[in-house]
């Protein structure tokens, strides 16, 4: 039943990402910065961090699919590998243990920076679709965008981490 929650919450926030990047900045800045929401990653990584990396992994690589079908067209499993190991490293590198806010933080801080590192480095690397130095999608592309999502997994913190905590302690207390 918990799948279910969790399913559809990250469904949820697939839809509202691609509603608030319409409106995420100003459109006299659009031209300066490019700022993407990243709602399903940051929902993914928290999965990583407070339930199982499997969970994570599971998730990323859907729901990445899914992005890579509906919002990118370029080429099919890019963003789901991308999500998928980004989420499987969270949960790898977290371990279940009892971390504050700030741990949870730096973690999507390296999350965040590794999936555009890696959409990068495929789309310039293997593809040629991008024509830009990595120093200027860093700054234009990366770091605005970085900030943007940070402001969001810090707003989602407690709510998130509440919801997978009691979900997870109802799991365990089915389990016994």
């Not at 039943?1 to 990402?17: K, Q, S, V």
């Amino acid at each position: 039943m918990r799948h279910y929650w969790i399913t559809l919450a990250l469904l949820g926030c697939f839809i509202l990402e691609g509603s608030l990047s319409e409106w995420a900045i100003p459109q006299a800045w659009q031209t300066k910065v490019y700022i993407v929401p990243h709602l399903v990653l940051i929902t993914v990584l928290y999965i990583s961090m407070f339930t199982t990396r499997y969970q994570g992994l599971v998730y990323g690589l859907a729901f990445g699919f899914l992005q890579d079908l509906i919002y990118y067209g370029h080429s099919i499993g890019v963003y789901s590998f991308a999500i998928g190991l980004v989420g499987y490293a969270a949960g790898l590198s977290f371990r279940r243990a009892t971390y504050g806010i700030v741990t949870s933080l730096v973690l999507m801080i390296f999350g965040l920076l590794l999936y555009e590192t890696i959409v990068f480095g495929i789309y310039r690397l293997f593809l040629g679709v991008l024509h830009v130095s990595f120093e200027w999608a860093f700054l234009h592309q990366m770091l605005p965008s970085l900030l943007f999502n940070l402001l969001l997994a810090l707003a989602l913190y407690v709510p998130v981490r509440k919801w997978l905590e009691q979900s997870e302690a109802g799991r365990e207390g089915e389990e016994k």
